[in-house]
Structure formats: structure tokens, C-alpha cells
């Protein structure tokens, strides 16, 4: 015979307890009246105890859910590069760090190309040169001289307690009697006709435009050159917001990365391109020369630009772009030297004793002929990089030291020599009466060998 319980949890099934979610209430003690009949307070009492057991589910559900959701998110944006927790590049304290010393460098971080170009800026200069040629006249009975003034771009890249150290391209500076630098914001247009003024005896530098340069040393081989500024020229205002670029490592870098371009493009103030690794390690050849291990990125490169930046989407320098590879038929395919290859060399070069043209009646003198050497010839009797010697004078600079005919100099004073006309144009550097090692490829019935000689130069002959 039944007692009712049957009946009673058919219709009135026990409550479920969530023993993980108690949400502040007391535990609910044993049910003493089991088999009576509920009052209609318990029965509501019960309906609210549901209801508040369904809403406290639902909230963790959602914010598990939710969390669940945002920690995919973040996941995501960095795995594909979106990071939001990384420094930017155009926070007010992130811009320029200087050190006790004084040292102004741009700080890495990562951001928009627009953020980049405004971190970076600072740290690139526009360059302008002026050269003195010999134009032979109509009917070629005499030479005229022409004053041309050329558009090129550097980069801050180091400094010492007198001097900015600034990276270029060595086809920017070469040939050139006068070199000024514009520094950001600077009048690049009217700097070019100050410079040429400057040289014709018309007029001089306005400070506020343009600060006279100097080459500190340059290697015509690699096509690259380190000029340097005086501190003391620069207005202070100016010097105060100048930026050292931070140095990247090119060797990481990766086809399909973004970089961004600034320079001195058509000489007309510092302009900003953008674009994408499109190849790495291209080997160039041009009328104008050849490079080798360039990267390649469909980032505008034009004339002006040569000696400017290549940056990647950090603000750092990754390379030093060169118009002089690009051909100008063909439109995104621009060049740069990557900084892991330029950077030791700039560095020797940053090393070393700035020179100056010296007076032709003080000029260094080695007493040898040189003889210019095609592409063809060199290849087909492997000769090495230098410049050929087809004659020595006897009793001169180069027959004291032991140079014979044949021989090719490969360096002078440490510094690579890669034709004739770099050899020239590096002795005009130096004075008669200094002694320096040169190193010379000779000939023997094992190939070329190499032979280091220290030569002391004469005064040229009158």
C-alpha cells in the first residue's frame, strides 16, 4: 500500500544543488517534512531560488565565454603582428632617449608609417654638393668650367664631443668641391643656390638653411661615404631636436616585410614612400656601377634619395637606399644597401682622420702612371679590384717604396681603392711628406700575390 511519497516525487522532483556556484547563500539544511503537502511560500520561496540559480549561471557563462573570446583575440593580433601592448614610435617619451653623454638617438618601436616618419625624420638630412667640371668647347680647342650643384640625402648615424658623423652614398659626394647639409625643416631649394653662390664668390651659407660638410672617407667600391658636420655650426635650436638613427639588423629580414623610405627625393626636401621587401640579395650591374647583396622593395626610389633611409615599421635603419642601381624605365623596383654590410664599413670610416682636399702645391705625389682597365679585361685575366700601375717614375715616391709596373694598389692607408680615378681622387687628401701603408696585388707564376709597402709621398713637380 503506498504512502504517498510516489506520488508526491512524481510531481514534486527534489531541486538540483549547484554545489560550485553558491553565489553568498547558505547551504540548505535536510528537508525534515518530507511527504507533506508544501505551502504556497515554499512553493514560491522555491521558484525564486530557480530563478536566481538560472541568472547566476548565465553571468558565468557569459564572462567565461567572453574571456574565452578576448584571450583568442590577443592571441590572434599577435601572432599576426598587431600587438597593442608595444611602445610606439610616436609617444612623447619614446621619441628620443638621451643619455648622460648627450647622445640623441631615435628609439625603436612599432606603429604606423606615419608614426615612423615622424620618429625618424630627425635622424635624415638633405645633402647638397657642388662640382667644377671641364667642358671642352665646341670645336675642342679648350675647356671651359661648369659649376653644377646635385641633390642627394644622409643619415645621422653617430657623433663624438665636435662632430655629427652622417652615412651617404659615395656617387652623392664624389667629384664635389662644397658639400652643405639641411637639417629637418630646413630650406632645401634655397640651400642648393646658396651653395652654388657660395662657390662663385656671390654670396655665403645662411646658417638657418644649410651648414657646410666635410668627407670624413669613403669607399667608391661599395658606393658608400661618411661626411661630418661641426656641432659648432649648427644653430642650437636645431641641434636640439637632431635624432642618431638606431641601427637595425638587415640580415633578418624577410620578402613581403614593410619598410618606408625618407629622403631628399628631386631636391625638394625630405619626402616619405613606403612599399614592401620584394627580393633580398639582388646583384646589380649598370652603367653607373654595380652592387651586390642589395635588398629590392617597390618603395619609391628616386634621384635625391640616394644616401637616404630604408626603415622597417619599428623606426629602424635597415639599409641606405641608392638611386644609382634603380633603372628609371622601370617603375617599383628600387635598391638599398643593407646597414649589416654598411655598418663596419661605416664605422672604419667614422674612425678615421677626417681630410680635406689639400692645396695642390701641397698635395701628395707617388710618381706613377695609371692606366684605366674594361670590365672584360679585368674578368678575363682575373685581375684583382684596384688600380693598375703601367708605370713608375724612378727615383720617386712609389720606386723608393718598391712599387713596380704591373702592380695594382688595393688599399691606401687601410682605405679599399677600386679604380684609377678613386686613387687620385684619395690622394688629393693627403700631404707630400706623410708616410702610409699601401697594399699592392703583383703577379706571380702563382697568380696574383699580396705585398704591403709603406710609401712616403713627394711634392708633385712643378
Known amino acids: 500500500m503506498s504512502d504517498g511519497r510516489e506520488d508526491f516525487e512524481e510531481l514534486n522532483p527534489p531541486e538540483p544543488r549547484y554545489e560550485h556556484y553558491h553565489l553568498g547563500q547558505k547551504e540548505p539544511e535536510p528537508d525534515e517534512s518530507f511527504g507533506k503537502h508544501d505551502k504556497p511560500e515554499s512553493r514560491q520561496n522555491s521558484f525564486v531560488r530557480k530563478l536566481i540559480a538560472t541568472i547566476a549561471l548565465a553571468v558565468v557563462f557569459g564572462v567565461v565565454a567572453g574571456g574565452v573570446f578576448w584571450g583568442m583575440k590577443v592571441a590572434a593580433d599577435r601572432y599576426a603582428g598587431d600587438d597593442k601592448d608595444t611602445v610606439r614610435i610616436g609617444s612623447t617619451d619614446t621619441i628620443t632617449e638621451y643619455t648622460s653623454k648627450g647622445t640623441r638617438e631615435a628609439v625603436s618601436g612599432k606603429g604606423s608609417v606615419a608614426e615612423v616618419a615622424e620618429a625618424t625624420m630627425p635622424a635624415v638630412v638633405a645633402i647638397t654638393t657642388v662640382s667644377i667640371k671641364e667642358i671642352p668647347s665646341f670645336f675642342g680647342y679648350a675647356t671651359y668650367q661648369k659649376r653644377s650643384s646635385e641633390s642627394g640625402s644622409g643619415i645621422i648615424v653617430g657623433e663624438n664631443e665636435e662632430e655629427l658623423f652622417i652615412a651617404t652614398n659615395n656617387h652623392v659626394v664624389e667629384d664635389s668641391s662644397t658639400l652643405s647639409v639641411c637639417f629637418i625643416g630646413d630650406d632645401v631649394e634655397n640651400a642648393e643656390e646658396e651653395s652654388l653662390d657660395l662657390v662663385t664668390g656671390d654670396g655665403d651659407l ?28 649648427i644653430p642650437k635650436d636645431t641641434l636640439s631636436q637632431i635624432k642618431i638613427a638606431k641601427l637595425g639588423n638587415s640580415d633578418s629580414l624577410t620578402v613581403g616585410e614593410q619598410v618606408v623610405a625618407i629622403g631628399n627625393a628631386l631636391g625638394y626636401g625630405q619626402s616619405v614612400t613606403s612599399g614592401w621587401v620584394s627580393a633580398l640579395n639582388r646583384n646589380i650591374s649598370t652603367e653607373d656601377g654595380s652592387g651586390t647583396d642589395l635588398i629590392q622593395t617597390d618603395a619609391a626610389i628616386n634621384p635625391g634619395n640616394s644616401g637616404g633611409a630604408l626603415l622597417n615599421i619599428q623606426g629602424e635603419l635597415i639599409g641606405i637606399n641608392s638611386a ?46 695609371l692606366r684605366n682597365r674594361s670590365q672584360e679585361v679585368i674578368q678575363m685575366y682575373d685581375m684583382p679590384t684596384g688600380a693598375f700601375i703601367s708605370g713608375v717614375v724612378p727615383g720617386a715616391a712609389a720606386d723608393e717604396a718598391g712599387i713596380r709596373e704591373g702592380d695594382i694598389v688595393e688599399t691606401l692607408d687601410g682605405l679599399q681603392v677600386s679604380s684609377e680615378k678613386d686613387l687620385l681622387d684619395k690622394l688629393q687628401r693627403y700631404e707630400a711628406g706623410e708616410t702610409v701603408e699601401v697594399c699592392v696585388a703583383r703577379f706571380t707564376d702563382e697568380g696574383y700575390a699580396e705585398t704591403t709597402l709603406d710609401i712616403t709621398f713627394d711634392f708633385r713637380p712643378q
Not at 206 to 233: P, Q, W, Y
Not at 347 to 366: F, G, H, L, S, W
Request: glycine letters at 6%.
Open 206 to 233: 645662411n646658417l638657418e638653411d644649410a651648414v657646410t660638410a666635410r668627407i670624413k672617407g669613403t669607399d667608391e667600391m661599395n658606393d658608400l661615404a661618411v661626411v661630418t658636420v661641426k656641432k659648432s655650426d
Open 324 to 369: 644609382k642601381y634603380a633603372d628609371y624605365a622601370v617603375e617599383g623596383m628600387g635598391y638599398a644597401i643593407p646597414i649589416s654590410k654598411a655598418q663596419p664599413i661605416l664605422e672604419d670610416i667614422m674612425k678615421r682622420k677626417t681630410r680635406e682636399i689639400v692645396d695642390e702645391e701641397k698635395a701628395a705625389y707617388m710618381g706613377i702612371k
